[in-house]
């Protein structure tokens, strides 16, 4: 835990980052970027994908040069050539997903760096003493010995935590930490930064959402475009402004009330387990509906989409689609069956990144492309044409997916399956790390592809607003079964988080 | 919202963006420009050095020992797309070259229907090394380090420690190595029409786009619905097919048969791949860049063979152009991968 003695008398900045530019070759990332952090205050950084935020991260970490400006820490100026020497000094950053060593223990992992020994020996047992000490102080008691690979997101970000406070720490980075946990472990994660603040820490917290930097932050700092548009104290910035301040427009996630009606059932599934995984869930899916799967992370909603997707083998139970009873043996095999996912890890399942963006599209349509067993190329393009233009993807078509930001990739994933005209849509985590502006396009797509083109849409979400808002039913899941099947009219955040959590009261 | 796109930067752009490597499509068309480039210089400089290098004859030579080189080079590209290796070629081909030419020697009525022969014991064992890798999840290169001692064993059992002598081969087969048109050796021509053959495959057919696919993303590739073992399997397959016409083709030119032909070959084959720029991380790379791989590969044997220097320079100098070959596909590797975070930086929504 960071020493609370060196809490400054002195109003002397705890980080002030001056000037900071950065340029990839012909892209601005960061321009003349300006601030100060005060000691033992939470300061919530935040700006839409791609406004600078993580490359000011790397740029305070280490992790990459500013090409002009600087950073001080507690008045010395600082250049930091890796995240190490930035550790040492006592600025720590935990990211979105946890870089730890999955076959190494949670102690291990811990005080990576800095094993305590006796003589040229490991001491084992002080270790597992000192990382079980940090964990508690951190309110998040975890066995030290378990490995790794066995926990959750949130316990693995616990441990990466853990891991920043077990040294003296002044700066602690949090980028997006509750992107993957459920409101019970971001709780946890308060508790946890209020406490660093209280030991004199400065957080910077990195988020989207609205509500926890509500509850958090002293201060509040906004990006745009690489550059600092403004910081000011969190009572100071009410969230229309900041909004406005973040993206120049206002977007509100609203509902757009249904007026087409719903159709026969499309996807009907009865009494589906995947053992340990989750049991004995049965709901449908209509024509023209979109259902919300909503619950804590790891109580098996993303494990029952990819199930549907037949990414599981020991699943048990029905799949009807259209009526007809369907075994779902394979990705390729549902997707004959007009059954499509859009998995929540865009990089790595989503998009083929090294491709062109028409290639992408077209993969699971070329056999309908071709011609005698030949590709033809003005077909292809012709969908990709068509495809990027309803999708209103930006890059040319012949553009290679990894140059794309995030909320395109995204939009280029889910076109090679609009490009196969499926008929039931599972979308995992759909928005998941989009900027706000992308999103509202990302629904308003999803909201035309279940009523005008009359797909049924499953879409699990942890982002509640969303859920309710592009929603016409709820499903919630606890710990591996439906626990709640809620018309959007009756459905509230506070009655779903009930059922998510199994209590009776407000979680919170 | 504005996008500060392609904002020139006012300090001078760096080497890698001079040369067009920051996006990562055109990084990938430098390398095969790279290898051209490469070349040209090798010609350039060995042509300065001994004038004996740049005669026709000369060329020729280079040419023909690139032939075989080249087209075992386009089966293992078709593996090494996919992310995987196959060690096991070498083997294959000589199994192909033993048998076939056995049963043709007993059996002369069999006449041309040999080479389906061959086609069917390349695609057994290409099959097989597939089934190894994507059924029962080895690492390629384990498997193929299994296999390549399996099928060179095999044939030693059915040698028996006997050759098939020159005069076995059918007359056809054995006219073929020396027989030249347009004057050039048929082998040359033969490798050029099985090098487009592929080259085009690979670009016309549903099967290379998913080839690539996989190759760049397997796990993406499986989640778009694409039968992932029936790719590499396939891939496998392509490849043993390939290197049991190249097994005859150098049983052929050999003309004693022994069970030890083409051992150690698969090193040569995935020194021209990987010079040629065929990513051996997958998904990026052409048969023609591995066609010219082995050019460039038969080049150097050739210009140092001329020079006179020894066995051990030529090592050190193949070596060196495999490290330096794979070095810059890791950087090209990079710059594709990279590109990701510089551009999400101005195209924002």
Do not use: C
């Amino acid at each position: 835990m960071a020493d609370s003695t060196r809490t400054s008398t002195t109003t002397q900045p705890r980080l002030r980052v001056t000037g900071v530019s950065k340029h990839f070759e012909a892209v601005r990332a960061l321009h003349g970027v300006s601030f100060d952090l005060a000691p033992g205050q939470i300061h919530a950084m935040v700006g839409e994908n791609g406004a600078g935020k993580s490359t000011l991260v790397a740029v305070i970490t280490g992790l990459l040069q500013p090409d002009a400006g600087h950073v001080e820490l507690d008045g010395r100026p600082v250049r930091f050539r890796n995240p190490l020497q930035a550790r040492a000094a006592g600025i720590a950053a935990v990211f979105q997903d946890p870089n730890l060593f999955p076959h190494l223990s949670v102690a291990e992992n811990i005080v990576t760096g800095r094993y305590p020994r006796s003589g040229p020996f490991l001491d084992r047992a002080a270790m597992s003493a000192r990382a079980r000490r940090t964990l508690e102080d951190l309110g998040f008691p975890l066995d030290p010995d378990r490995l790794v690979a066995g926990l959750t997101v949130a316990e693995a970000q616990f441990v990466e935590i853990a891991r920043a406070v077990d040294q003296d720490l002044r700066v602690l980075i949090l980028d997006e930490p509750t992107s993957a946990l459920t409101p019970g472990e971001a709780a946890k994660l308060y508790a946890i930064a209020d406490r660093l603040r209280a030991a004199g820490t400065t957080v910077v917290w990195i988020s989207h959402r609205m509500e926890e930097i509500r509850e958090l932050a002293d201060t509040i700092t906004v990006l745009r475009d690489g550059e600092h548009v403004r910081t000011a104290p969190s009572a100071e910035m009410g969230d229309a402004e900041m909004i406005r301040l973040m993206v120049g427009r206002s977007v509100v996630l609203e509902q757009v009330p249904r007026t087409e009606p719903l159709g026969p059932a499309r996807l009907t599934v009865e009494r589906l387990t995947d053992p340990g995984v989750f049991e004995d869930v049965s709901f449908s899916v209509a024509e023209g509906e979109i259902v919300g799967v909503a619950g804590l992370v790891g109580a098996g909603r993303s494990e029952i989409a990819r199930a549907i997707f037949g990414l599981s083998p020991h699943l048990t139970g029905q799949v009807l689609i259209d009526g007809a009873a369907v075994h779902p043996r394979g990705p390729a095999t549902m997707v004959d069956h007009g059954v499509v996912y859009l998995p929540e890890d865009r990089d790595a399942e989503g998009v083929i990144s090294t491709m062109t963006i028409s290639a992408n599209i077209a993969l699971p349509s070329i056999r309908r492309l071709s011609r005698f067993g030949f590709m033809r190329g003005r077909s292809e393009r012709a969908l990709a044409t068509r495809q990027r233009a309803a999708l209103s993807i930006k890059g040319e078509i012949e553009d290679l997916v990894s140059s794309l930001s995030g909320g395109n990739r995204q939009k280029v994933a889910l076109a090679r399956w609009l490009a196969t005209e499926p008929s039931v849509l599972l979308l995992d985590e759909p928005t998941h790390g989009i900027d706000v502006g992308t999103k509202a396009q990302v629904h308003d797509i999803m909201r035309d592809l279940a009523r005008v083109h009359r797909m049924a849409i499953l879409m699990v979400s942890s982002d509640l607003p969303e859920v309710l808002a592009v929603s016409d039913r709820v499903l919630v899941i606890a710990r591996g079964r439906l626990v709640a099947d809620l018309p959007i009219a009756e459905a509230t955040s506070e009655q779903i988080l009930t059922h998510a959590t199994g209590t009776a009261g407000s979680p919170r | 919202m504005t996008a500060p796109t392609t904002r020139a930067t006012a300090d001078a752009p760096g080497l890698v963006a001079r040369l067009g490597l920051s996006d990562g499509a055109a990084a990938l068309r430098v390398r095969f420009m790279g290898v051209i480039v490469f070349q040209v210089l090798l010609m350039v400089a060995f042509t300065s050095v001994t004038p004996r290098f740049l005669t026709w004859d000369n060329l020729q030579s280079v040419l023909f020992t690139a032939a075989i080189l080249a087209i075992a080079a386009a089966g293992q590209t078709l593996v090494v797309l996919t992310g995987n290796l196959d060690l096991s070629v070498g083997s294959i081909m000589g199994v192909t070259a033993y048998v076939v030419f056995d049963l043709a020697g007993n059996t002369p009525a069999l006449g041309p229907w040999v080479v389906l022969l061959a086609v069917l014991i390349g695609l057994v064992l290409g099959a097989i090394n597939g089934v190894l890798v994507t059924v029962l999840g080895i690492p390629s290169i384990v498997a193929t380090l299994g296999t390549l001692s399996l099928y060179r064993g095999f044939v030693s059992f059915y040698a028996h420690a006997t050759e098939v002598t020159i005069g076995e081969l059918p007359t056809w087969i054995r006219s073929l190595a020396p027989t030249r048109w347009l004057g050039l050796s048929s082998y040359v021509w033969i490798a050029l029409a099985l090098v487009i053959v592929v080259g085009v495959a690979l670009r016309t057919l549903p099967w290379g786009r998913r080839l690539y696919a996989y190759g760049s993303n397997p796990r993406a590739a499986y989640y778009y619905g694409l039968s992932t073992h029936r790719i590499v399997i396939g891939a496998y397959v392509g490849a043993g097919v390939i290197a049991a016409l190249v097994g005859l083709l150098l049983g052929a030119q050999v003309g004693n048969i022994n069970s030890l032909l083409a051992s150690g070959i698969e090193m040569q084959v995935l020194a021209a791949v990987v010079i040629g720029g065929v990513s051996i991380w997958g998904g990026s790379g052409s048969i023609y860049g591995a066609a010219l791989g082995a050019v460039v590969l038969a080049t150097i044997n050739n210009g140092l063979v001329l020079l006179g220097v020894q066995e051990s320079f030529r090592l050190l100098f193949q070596g060196g152009a495999i490290v330096a070959a794979v070095a810059v596909d890791a950087l090209v590797q990079r710059r594709v991968l990279s590109a990701t975070r510089r551009r999400s930086v101005g195209v924002t929504s």
